[in-house]
Protein backbone atom coordinates (compact mmCIF):
# COMPACT_ATOMS: atom_id res chain seq x y z
CA UNK A 1 0.00 0.00 0.00
CA UNK A 2 1.31 3.23 -1.12
CA UNK A 3 2.13 5.51 1.70
CA UNK A 4 -0.16 8.18 1.60
CA UNK A 5 1.29 12.36 1.47
CA UNK A 6 -0.10 14.55 3.82
CA UNK A 7 -0.87 17.54 2.17
CA UNK A 8 -0.45 20.77 4.89
CA UNK A 9 -3.72 22.84 4.31
CA UNK A 10 -2.58 26.96 4.57
CA UNK A 11 -4.04 28.56 7.36
CA UNK A 12 -2.91 31.15 10.13
CA UNK A 13 0.72 30.72 11.16
CA UNK A 14 0.43 31.40 15.47
CA UNK A 15 3.61 33.18 15.22
CA UNK A 16 2.18 36.01 12.77
CA UNK A 17 -1.18 35.94 14.56
CA UNK A 18 1.25 36.54 17.82
CA UNK A 19 3.18 39.08 15.99
CA UNK A 20 -0.66 40.96 15.45
CA UNK A 21 -1.85 40.23 18.60
CA UNK A 22 -0.25 43.55 20.42
CA UNK A 23 -1.01 45.59 17.12
CA UNK A 24 -4.90 44.71 18.28
CA UNK A 25 -4.27 45.49 21.69
CA UNK A 26 -2.54 48.53 20.82
CA UNK A 27 -5.28 49.81 18.29
CA UNK A 28 -7.90 48.78 21.14
CA UNK A 29 -6.00 50.63 23.50
CA UNK A 30 -5.93 53.84 21.98
CA UNK A 31 -9.94 53.34 20.87
CA UNK A 32 -10.49 52.95 24.69
CA UNK A 33 -8.42 55.99 25.10
CA UNK A 34 -10.32 58.26 22.81
CA UNK A 35 -13.51 56.88 24.23
CA UNK A 36 -12.45 57.52 27.73
CA UNK A 37 -11.64 61.45 26.77
CA UNK A 38 -14.67 62.09 25.12
CA UNK A 39 -17.01 59.96 28.06
CA UNK A 40 -14.93 61.38 30.75
CA UNK A 41 -12.73 58.02 30.53
CA UNK A 42 -11.53 56.13 33.06
CA UNK A 43 -7.65 55.84 34.94
CA UNK A 44 -7.21 52.46 32.88
CA UNK A 45 -7.93 54.08 29.36
CA UNK A 46 -6.20 57.14 30.54
CA UNK A 47 -3.31 54.97 31.39
CA UNK A 48 -3.32 53.34 27.84
CA UNK A 49 -3.38 56.64 26.31
CA UNK A 50 -0.47 58.34 27.91
CA UNK A 51 1.44 54.93 27.43
CA UNK A 52 0.84 55.02 23.56
CA UNK A 53 1.98 58.54 23.60
CA UNK A 54 4.94 58.13 25.83
CA UNK A 55 6.34 54.98 22.79
CA UNK A 56 6.15 58.17 20.54
CA UNK A 57 9.52 59.52 19.83
CA UNK A 58 9.99 63.26 19.69
CA UNK A 59 11.00 64.66 16.60
CA UNK A 60 14.66 66.38 16.68
CA UNK A 61 16.28 68.53 14.61
CA UNK A 62 18.83 67.57 12.00
CA UNK A 63 21.51 69.03 13.51
CA UNK A 64 21.95 70.20 17.39
CA UNK A 65 23.65 73.94 17.72
CA UNK A 66 27.04 74.26 18.88
CA UNK A 67 28.21 75.37 21.95
CA UNK A 68 28.33 79.03 22.19
CA UNK A 69 26.14 79.31 19.10
CA UNK A 70 23.33 80.20 19.99
CA UNK A 71 21.71 83.57 18.85
CA UNK A 72 22.75 86.45 20.76
CA UNK A 73 20.35 89.39 21.43
CA UNK A 74 20.48 92.44 18.72
CA UNK A 75 21.60 95.74 19.95
CA UNK A 76 20.99 97.58 16.62
CA UNK A 77 17.67 97.76 17.16
CA UNK A 78 17.69 99.34 20.58
CA UNK A 79 20.31 101.77 19.12
CA UNK A 80 18.10 102.59 16.49
CA UNK A 81 14.74 103.17 18.38
CA UNK A 82 17.49 105.52 20.60
CA UNK A 83 18.29 107.60 17.40
CA UNK A 84 14.99 108.09 16.32
CA UNK A 85 14.03 109.29 19.64
CA UNK A 86 16.57 111.57 19.80
CA UNK A 87 15.79 113.11 16.17
CA UNK A 88 12.31 112.97 17.18
CA UNK A 89 13.22 115.16 20.35
CA UNK A 90 15.29 117.61 17.95
CA UNK A 91 12.44 118.03 15.63
CA UNK A 92 10.02 118.97 17.94
CA UNK A 93 11.99 120.89 20.31
CA UNK A 94 11.43 118.58 23.28
CA UNK A 95 14.98 119.23 25.22
CA UNK A 96 16.52 121.14 27.91
CA UNK A 97 19.14 124.54 27.29
CA UNK A 98 20.73 126.60 30.14
CA UNK A 99 21.16 130.44 30.03
CA UNK A 100 24.23 130.09 27.97
CA UNK A 101 23.02 127.51 25.63
CA UNK A 102 23.96 124.15 26.67
CA UNK A 103 23.06 121.44 25.11
CA UNK A 104 23.34 118.38 27.52
CA UNK A 105 22.12 115.87 25.25
CA UNK A 106 23.46 117.25 22.12
CA UNK A 107 27.07 117.10 23.45
CA UNK A 108 27.27 113.75 24.75
CA UNK A 109 25.76 112.11 21.73
CA UNK A 110 26.92 114.03 19.04
CA UNK A 111 29.65 116.79 19.84
CA UNK A 112 31.95 114.35 21.86
CA UNK A 113 31.35 111.01 19.33
CA UNK A 114 33.85 111.78 17.21
CA UNK A 115 36.26 113.25 20.09
CA UNK A 116 36.05 109.75 21.95
CA UNK A 117 38.00 107.56 19.29
CA UNK A 118 40.81 110.71 19.08
CA UNK A 119 40.62 110.24 23.21
CA UNK A 120 41.21 106.43 23.31
CA UNK A 121 42.85 105.37 20.49
CA UNK A 122 44.66 108.40 18.57
CA UNK A 123 46.54 110.51 21.40
CA UNK A 124 46.02 107.35 23.96
CA UNK A 125 45.29 109.84 26.84
CA UNK A 126 46.14 108.90 29.92
CA UNK A 127 44.43 110.94 33.33
CA UNK A 128 45.90 111.04 36.38
CA UNK A 129 44.43 113.07 39.65
CA UNK A 130 40.65 112.83 39.34
CA UNK A 131 40.13 111.67 42.54
CA UNK A 132 40.79 115.28 43.10
CA UNK A 133 38.06 116.89 41.44
CA UNK A 134 34.95 117.23 43.46
CA UNK A 135 31.91 115.11 42.82
CA UNK A 136 29.58 118.47 43.12
CA UNK A 137 30.14 122.29 43.70
CA UNK A 138 31.42 124.84 41.64
CA UNK A 139 35.28 124.69 41.39
CA UNK A 140 37.85 126.19 38.51
CA UNK A 141 40.42 124.04 36.32
CA UNK A 142 43.47 126.02 35.51
CA UNK A 143 45.48 124.29 32.75
CA UNK A 144 48.51 125.12 30.42
CA UNK A 145 47.26 125.63 26.46
CA UNK A 146 49.37 124.82 23.62
CA UNK A 147 49.41 122.68 19.92
CA UNK A 148 48.35 125.17 17.72
CA UNK A 149 44.28 123.71 17.36
CA UNK A 150 42.76 124.06 21.15
CA UNK A 151 42.31 119.95 21.26
CA UNK A 152 44.05 120.43 24.99
CA UNK A 153 40.71 121.73 25.57
CA UNK A 154 38.18 119.61 24.45
CA UNK A 155 40.17 116.38 25.67
CA UNK A 156 40.29 117.61 29.08
CA UNK A 157 36.64 117.60 28.76
CA UNK A 158 36.60 113.95 27.47
CA UNK A 159 38.45 112.93 30.15
CA UNK A 160 36.23 114.55 32.96
CA UNK A 161 32.65 113.87 31.06
CA UNK A 162 33.45 109.92 30.34
CA UNK A 163 36.33 108.85 33.26
CA UNK A 164 35.15 111.02 36.33
CA UNK A 165 32.82 108.88 38.79
CA UNK A 166 30.35 111.67 39.01
CA UNK A 167 30.73 112.68 34.83
CA UNK A 168 31.28 116.23 35.50
CA UNK A 169 30.71 118.69 32.38
CA UNK A 170 33.60 120.75 32.25
CA UNK A 171 32.09 124.54 31.29
CA UNK A 172 35.15 126.39 29.31
CA UNK A 173 35.91 129.37 29.11
CA UNK A 174 36.94 130.52 25.60
CA UNK A 175 38.35 133.85 23.78
CA UNK A 176 36.00 136.37 21.73
CA UNK A 177 37.49 134.93 18.63
CA UNK A 178 35.77 131.39 18.81
CA UNK A 179 32.19 132.74 19.69
CA UNK A 180 32.86 135.19 16.17
CA UNK A 181 33.46 131.95 14.29
CA UNK A 182 30.86 130.81 12.26
CA UNK A 183 29.80 127.63 13.43
CA UNK A 184 32.50 127.21 15.49
CA UNK A 185 30.74 129.73 17.49
CA UNK A 186 27.69 127.80 17.87
CA UNK A 187 29.00 124.53 18.87
CA UNK A 188 31.34 126.02 21.25
CA UNK A 189 27.33 127.94 23.03
CA UNK A 190 25.97 124.54 22.72
CA UNK A 191 28.72 122.49 24.00
CA UNK A 192 28.68 124.46 27.28
CA UNK A 193 31.61 127.17 26.59
CA UNK A 194 30.89 130.89 27.65
CA UNK A 195 32.86 133.93 26.94
CA UNK A 196 36.26 134.44 29.25
CA UNK A 197 34.85 137.19 31.37
CA UNK A 198 34.79 137.71 34.85
CA UNK A 199 30.72 137.39 35.65
CA UNK A 200 30.42 134.53 33.35
CA UNK A 201 33.26 132.26 35.16
CA UNK A 202 31.72 133.28 38.85
CA UNK A 203 27.78 132.59 37.56
CA UNK A 204 28.73 129.27 36.81
CA UNK A 205 31.12 128.67 39.82
CA UNK A 206 27.88 130.02 41.95
CA UNK A 207 25.45 127.59 40.48
CA UNK A 208 28.32 124.51 40.99
CA UNK A 209 29.50 124.10 37.49
CA UNK A 210 32.79 122.79 36.95
CA UNK A 211 34.93 125.59 35.07
CA UNK A 212 38.03 125.25 33.21
CA UNK A 213 40.10 128.10 31.64
CA UNK A 214 43.16 128.06 30.25
CA UNK A 215 45.02 131.46 31.00
CA UNK A 216 47.79 131.30 28.19
CA UNK A 217 45.27 132.00 25.63
CA UNK A 218 46.86 132.36 22.17
CA UNK A 219 50.08 133.05 23.41
CA UNK A 220 50.08 129.66 24.51
CA UNK A 221 48.59 127.67 21.59
CA UNK A 222 50.81 129.69 19.39
CA UNK A 223 54.07 129.39 20.36
CA UNK A 224 56.62 128.17 18.81
CA UNK A 225 57.67 124.60 18.96
CA UNK A 226 61.21 125.55 20.48
CA UNK A 227 59.61 127.16 23.41
CA UNK A 228 57.38 124.31 24.22
CA UNK A 229 56.24 123.55 27.79
CA UNK A 230 57.41 126.76 28.82
CA UNK A 231 54.35 128.55 29.91
CA UNK A 232 53.14 131.89 28.80
CA UNK A 233 52.05 134.93 31.45
CA UNK A 234 48.64 134.05 33.04
CA UNK A 235 47.03 137.33 32.22
CA UNK A 236 45.53 139.45 35.04
CA UNK A 237 44.50 136.60 37.17
CA UNK A 238 41.11 137.24 36.39
CA UNK A 239 40.56 133.42 37.19
CA UNK A 240 41.95 134.03 40.63
CA UNK A 241 39.66 136.71 41.18
CA UNK A 242 36.24 134.82 40.24
CA UNK A 243 37.57 131.92 42.56
CA UNK A 244 38.13 134.21 45.69
CA UNK A 245 34.67 135.80 44.86
CA UNK A 246 32.89 132.13 44.53
CA UNK A 247 35.09 130.44 47.34
CA UNK A 248 35.90 127.90 44.65
CA UNK A 249 38.79 125.62 44.53
CA UNK A 250 41.30 126.28 41.99
CA UNK A 251 42.32 122.90 40.76
CA UNK A 252 46.06 123.37 38.56
CA UNK A 253 45.97 120.73 35.12
CA UNK A 254 49.56 120.06 33.24
CA UNK A 255 48.60 118.40 29.70
CA UNK A 256 51.72 116.97 28.24
CA UNK A 257 51.19 115.95 24.53
CA UNK A 258 49.36 118.41 22.91
CA UNK A 259 52.49 120.39 21.71
CA UNK A 260 53.75 117.57 19.54
CA UNK A 261 50.43 117.56 17.66
CA UNK A 262 51.15 120.39 15.44
CA UNK A 263 54.62 121.64 16.02
CA UNK A 264 54.92 125.00 15.41
CA UNK A 265 58.06 125.85 12.63
CA UNK A 266 57.25 129.45 11.80
CA UNK A 267 54.55 132.21 11.86
CA UNK A 268 53.29 133.72 8.59
CA UNK A 269 52.37 137.43 10.59
CA UNK A 270 50.85 138.58 7.56
CA UNK A 271 49.07 135.84 6.06
CA UNK A 272 47.82 136.14 9.90
CA UNK A 273 46.72 140.12 9.76
CA UNK A 274 45.40 139.81 6.10
CA UNK A 275 42.84 136.84 7.58
CA UNK A 276 42.42 138.60 11.07
CA UNK A 277 44.33 135.60 12.56
CA UNK A 278 46.29 135.87 16.06
CA UNK A 279 48.46 133.74 14.28
CA UNK A 280 49.51 131.45 10.67
CA UNK A 281 51.28 128.50 12.33
CA UNK A 282 53.98 126.75 9.78
CA UNK A 283 54.05 122.97 10.89
CA UNK A 284 55.77 120.37 8.95
CA UNK A 285 52.63 119.46 7.46
CA UNK A 286 50.99 122.63 6.77
CA UNK A 287 50.14 123.69 4.38
CA UNK A 288 52.47 121.92 2.22
CA UNK A 289 50.04 118.67 2.37
CA UNK A 290 47.17 120.73 2.04
CA UNK A 291 44.42 119.52 4.06
CA UNK A 292 46.54 116.69 5.37
CA UNK A 293 48.46 118.84 7.32
CA UNK A 294 44.91 119.17 9.37
CA UNK A 295 45.93 115.76 10.68
CA UNK A 296 47.47 115.65 14.08
CA UNK A 297 50.26 113.78 14.99
CA UNK A 298 49.64 110.92 17.09
CA UNK A 299 51.32 112.08 20.24
CA UNK A 300 51.28 110.50 23.66
CA UNK A 301 49.28 112.71 26.30
CA UNK A 302 48.99 112.54 29.96
CA UNK A 303 46.43 114.97 31.59
CA UNK A 304 47.20 115.23 35.17
CA UNK A 305 45.28 117.16 38.03
CA UNK A 306 46.82 118.72 40.74
CA UNK A 307 45.73 118.91 44.55
CA UNK A 308 43.20 121.63 45.07
CA UNK A 309 43.91 125.43 45.96
CA UNK A 310 41.12 126.28 48.37
CA UNK A 311 40.11 129.67 48.48
CA UNK A 312 37.40 129.40 51.41
CA UNK A 313 39.51 130.35 54.10
CA UNK A 314 40.39 133.99 52.46
CA UNK A 315 38.04 137.12 53.56
CA UNK A 316 35.42 138.27 51.76
CA UNK A 317 37.57 141.66 50.22
CA UNK A 318 40.38 139.26 49.14
CA UNK A 319 39.88 139.66 45.30
CA UNK A 320 40.26 143.33 45.87
CA UNK A 321 43.81 142.82 46.91
CA UNK A 322 46.02 142.83 43.73
CA UNK A 323 49.00 141.58 45.69
CA UNK A 324 46.97 138.69 46.54
CA UNK A 325 45.47 137.99 43.18
CA UNK A 326 48.91 137.97 42.22
CA UNK A 327 50.57 135.92 44.21
CA UNK A 328 48.00 133.41 44.09
CA UNK A 329 48.13 133.14 40.09
CA UNK A 330 51.83 132.64 40.05
CA UNK A 331 51.64 129.65 42.65
CA UNK A 332 48.97 128.11 40.01
CA UNK A 333 51.48 128.89 37.03
CA UNK A 334 54.41 127.35 39.21
CA UNK A 335 52.21 124.31 40.49
CA UNK A 336 51.33 123.67 36.45
CA UNK A 337 55.52 124.63 34.85
CA UNK A 338 56.86 121.80 37.67
CA UNK A 339 54.49 119.49 37.24
CA UNK A 340 54.81 119.53 33.58
CA UNK A 341 58.56 119.32 33.84
CA UNK A 342 57.75 115.97 36.21
CA UNK A 343 55.37 114.74 33.42
CA UNK A 344 58.19 114.96 30.60
CA UNK A 345 60.62 113.32 32.48
CA UNK A 346 58.78 110.19 33.42
CA UNK A 347 57.35 110.16 29.62
CA UNK A 348 59.21 107.50 27.75
CA UNK A 349 58.60 108.65 24.52
CA UNK A 350 56.86 111.14 22.23
CA UNK A 351 54.83 109.14 20.44
CA UNK A 352 54.82 106.10 22.48
Not at 51 to 74: D, K, W, Y
Request: aromatic share 8%.
Amino acid sequence: MTDARVIPIKGKDPKSSARKKPVAKKAAASKGASAGARSGGSRRSGGSAAAATAEEPEPRPAHEPLPGAEPEPVAWDRKVANALAFMRRRITGDYEVDEFGYDRELTDRVLNAPLRPIYSRWFRVETRGLENIPDEGGALVVANHSGTIALDSLMTSVALLDHHPARRQLRMLGANLVFKTPVVGDFARKSGSTLACGPDAERLLNKGELVGVWPEGFKGVGKPFSERYKLQRFGRGGFVSAALRTKSPIIPCAIVGAEETYPILANAKTLARMMGLPYFPITPTFPMLGPLGLVPLPSKWIIEFGEPIYTDGYPDDAADDPMLVFNLTDQVRETIQQTLYKLLVQRRSVFL
